[in-house]
């Protein structure tokens, strides 16, 4: 269901592209904590773009995590060129998770909305290099499971929140036309 979702989202921006300007990108942050990423974006006017991050991991760092999850995100180009100089956005994120911290085992799902203001640095061409910043609102809710001779029992439902999380990333970006 996940692969198939992921899958049918790439599907759909690249069907929408035959046009546009698009960009490909990794989020180095996300590398350097070893969860794989993967962007693209697409010029959808003179001064905007929009954009889809997909990414995952299992056992960053080597401890027992396991997510995956998808980014959409608009952005508004001040320079008034995509890929270029100043820009303000909007983000949303989508996460599904299953962490094992401290005794406890928690599955459950995370989504998160927020802004974002960046500046893309044109080392070529083709070559660019954004840094953004930003807050997220994020909501999770998940189920917590305490362990016992090597099962689990003690299901505590609905455990929800939400939470104010900094946002930071430098992409690596290739544009590809």
Same mark, same amino acid.
């Given at each position: 269901? /996940? @692969? ?5 989202? &790439?599907? +759909?921006?690249?069907?929408? #592209?035959? *046009? ?7 989020? *180095?942050?996300?590398?350097? #904590? ?22 995952? *991991?299992? =056992?960053p760092?080597?401890?027992?995590v396991?997510?995956?999850? &998808?980014?959409? @995100? &608009? ?9 270029a100089?100043?820009?303000? $956005?909007? =983000? ?9 911290w ?12 927020g !802004?974002?203001?960046g500046?893309?640095? =044109? !080392?070529?061409?083709? &070559? =660019?290099?954004e840094?953004? $910043? $930003?807050?997220? !609102? /994020?909501?999770?809710?998940? /189920?917590?499971? /305490?362990? *016992? ?12 929140g #939400?939470?104010?999380t900094?946002? +930071?990333e430098?992409? !690596?970006?290739?544009?590809i @036309?």
């Open positions: 269901m /996940k @692969r198939s979702l992921i899958i049918g989202v &790439f599907m +759909l921006f690249s069907l929408c #592209a035959s *046009a546009q300007m698009i960009a490909v990108k990794s989020d *180095a942050v996300k590398d350097i #904590a070893m969860i794989p990423n993967l962007g693209v974006d697409l010029v959808v006017g003179s001064k905007h773009t929009l954009g889809v991050q997909i990414f995952g *991991a299992t =056992n760092w080597g401890k027992d396991e997510m995956i999850g &998808f980014s959409p @995100r &608009f952005r508004y180009w001040i320079s008034g060129r995509p890929f100089q100043f820009f303000l $956005g909007a =983000n949303a994120q989508f996460v599904n998770y299953d962490i094992f401290s005794k406890t085992k928690y599955q459950g799902n995370a989504v998160s909305g !802004l974002e203001v500046y893309s640095f =044109n !080392l070529s061409q083709r &070559f =660019n290099i840094v953004s $910043g $930003g807050t997220d !609102l /994020k909501y999770y809710k998940h /189920k917590e499971y /305490k362990p *016992a001779d090597g099962y689990f029992y003690g299901e505590k439902a609905n455990a929800y #939400a939470i104010l900094p946002r +930071l430098v992409s !690596l970006v290739y544009v @036309r």
